[in-house]
């Protein structure tokens, strides 16, 4: 790839100037291959139009879309960044260049603020889109059978209806960022022929020469200076408190904990989510060690670091799920296993099956001889943070932010297992170890901006965190508005999450309505969504009152059962046919009145 220099943030130029000569020196060092400088370049053709569509769920693709906007500015373009949702579907086919940048969700699906863009696009009814040039880059996680299946289905479908593949479609594993950025920089140039891309004289470059600044959705200022401690430099926060929330004889393990934020310089939101950097288990670190038959000292490469190889297994690598890689690495390595038998494309659902409560080191027992430790470490995947819907209101408890967080524990194939950063936090981090954090902004997941406007919270399990934060902000900021929260859990007794606080709210009023589902203090199941369509006629006045209607929680099951309750409810009470209740819905979403958090 290029080597394309880069005016770094310390260099003596503001903002704008800096902007320019990276773009400038970007547009010169990409035009030609291996760098050198292109004294002709194509001339700009200043303040092109370039549409850059977004689909995502927790911010990563947004981020993306977000610096590619900043970008195209500075390469002539004029760039205009929606949400796939909230662009006006009518202006797409005159676009004539677009960008479209999308995570995949559940299984394969666009994200929530996608949705309604792919149901429009994929409608019979879809307008021909011959004018388009467009390029598509998906985000993903290989551990889902649909690897970035979303940004598949944006792409073909595009190209359909006529429209032009400027560049192949991207994708991008867990990892994204480093790929995302080749994908990026390899663009400019199919993004230029015959238009803008090149670098352009100061002021046009930023896009001061007219009205076509990027259109920021979220209203984030355009180069706004970021805090020290972020994503890409995760603060080490210490737990102030770590209490077990289920009572004795659950079946579960959900912690509530409290993290100190004090002089961090990270601030969140109510909605938002926080990023946990987790450590692997020392002992499974041991395990690994020995079924490798290494010297937990042996160094080894992480990135262009040299580190030991313990150092590497628990701080930097994924030592639970293994990557494609190393099954097709095994399998060859010990081709009498099981595993060997089921590696061809059309066992791909037996494997899954034989995956499951399987790990790295079950792999690495599977195999004849030990694997030397320099072909192992290249098989791994890195460890990445986890996310945790944040359970606090910073204007309840400045300085901290709180987590409910589940604690995934199991047993399979005679081995405990533990999920990483659950378990890390519940057993590990303490008076000496010190967990890294940065906030994940939510995009949307919010509480209402007029404290008068109705909320409608569903959060069984864990999906009650960021209801926890709402109502908290509520009653921080003494807002008017009727909260109804449906909660449920196992068992009343043990699995009453935040009991007392949440009947203390009923009481206060603070909680108009607590509706709450058991599952099993019965024979029969009872859930979040039967107590909605006990309440039918109430819940439909409350939507035609204005509500905002969230949900948190697992997405495999739940998050799609609600779904299909709050379908039937609009056209039980509100008289609706199944058509109609589909168009209510889709507009609830596009009016951001439904809001998901879900995993
Ligand atoms: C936006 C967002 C918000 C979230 N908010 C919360 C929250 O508020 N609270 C919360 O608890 N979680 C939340 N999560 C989930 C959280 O991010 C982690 O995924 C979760 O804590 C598990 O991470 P882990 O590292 O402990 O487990 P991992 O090491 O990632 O292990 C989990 C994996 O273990 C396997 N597994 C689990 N159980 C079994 C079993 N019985 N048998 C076999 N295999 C099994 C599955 O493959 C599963 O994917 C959220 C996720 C997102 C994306
Ligand atoms: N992606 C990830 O990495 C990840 C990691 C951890 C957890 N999760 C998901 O997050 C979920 C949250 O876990 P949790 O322990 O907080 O709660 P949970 O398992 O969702 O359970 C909360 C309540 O919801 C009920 N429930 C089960 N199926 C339901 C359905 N289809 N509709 C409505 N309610 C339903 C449960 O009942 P019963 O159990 O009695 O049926 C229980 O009463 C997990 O189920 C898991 O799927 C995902
Ligand atoms: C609940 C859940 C479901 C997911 N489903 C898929 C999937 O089906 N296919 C895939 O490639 N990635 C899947 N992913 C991974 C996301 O697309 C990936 O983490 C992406 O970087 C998120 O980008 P965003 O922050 O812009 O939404 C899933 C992630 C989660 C948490």
Known sequence: MTNIPFIPESAPFNAEQRAWLNGFLTGLFSQVPGGAPQPNAAPPKAGEPL????????????????????????????????ALNDYEQANLPAASKAVIISSTWGDGEPPDNAVNFWNWIKADSAPRLENLNFAVLGLGDKNYSDFCGASKK???????????????????????????????????????????????????????????GVTHPTGEANGASKPA???????????????????????????????????SGLTYEAGDALGVVPVNCPELVDD????????????????????????????????????????????????????????????????????????????????????????????????????????????????????????????????????VASTFLADRVGDTEFVKVFVQPSHGFKPPANGDTPMIMVGPGTGIAPFRAFLEERQATAAKGKNWLFFGDQKKDTDFLYDELLTGWEKSGLLTRLDLAFSRDQEKKIYVQDRMRENAAELWSWLEAGAHFYVCGDASRMAKDVDAALHKIVETAGGRSAEDAKTYVAKLKSDKRYQRDVY
């Not at 960022?177 to 803008?196: Q, R, Y």
């Not at 890409?232 to 210490?238: C, E, G, L, Q, Y």
Request: net charge positive.
């Open 51 to 82: 549409v850059i569509l977004f689909g995502s769920q927790t911010g990563s693709a947004e981020g993306l879309a977000k610096k590619l906007a900043k970008e195209s500015e500075s390469r002539g373009f004029s760039p205009k960044l929606f």
């Open 154 to 212: 944006f792409d073909a479908r595009l190209e359909a209806l006529g429209a032009k593949r400027l560049a192949p479609r991207g994708e991008c594993d867990v990892d994204y960022e480093s790929p995302a950025k080749t994908w990026i920089d390899g663009l400019w140039d199919k993004l230029s022929e015959g238009g803008a891309g090149s670098p352009l004289p100061a002021g046009a470059a930023n896009g001061t020469n007219g009205a076509h």
């Open 229 to 263: 401690y972020g994503k890409s430099n995760p603060f080490p926060a210490k737990l102030l408190r770590n209490v077990l929330l289920n009572k004795p004889g659950s079946g579960k393990e959900v912690r509530h904990y409290e993290i100190a934020l004090n002089g």
């Open 288 to 419: 690994i060690i020995a079924a490798l038959k290494a010297k937990p000292d042996e160094n080894v490469k992480f990135g262009d670091n040299i580190m030991s190889l313990r150092e590497a297994l628990t701080h930097h690598f994924d030592i639970t799920k293994p990557s494609q890689e190393m099954l097709v690495a095994v399998a060859k390595a010990a081709p009498q296993s099981e595993l060997a038998a089921l590696i061809a494309p059309e066992k791909r659902e037996d494997l899954k099956k034989w995956l499951w409560g399987r790990q790295v080191i079950d792999l690495l027992y599977l195999l004849p001889a030990p694997m030397l430790v320099s072909e192992f470490i290249p098989l791994l995947k890195r460890l990445i943070p986890r996310l945790y819907s944040i359970s606090s209101s910073p204007k309840a408890h400045p300085g901290e932010v709180h987590l409910t967080v589940g604690a995934v524990r199991y047993e399979s194939h005679g081995r405990v297992r533990k999920g």
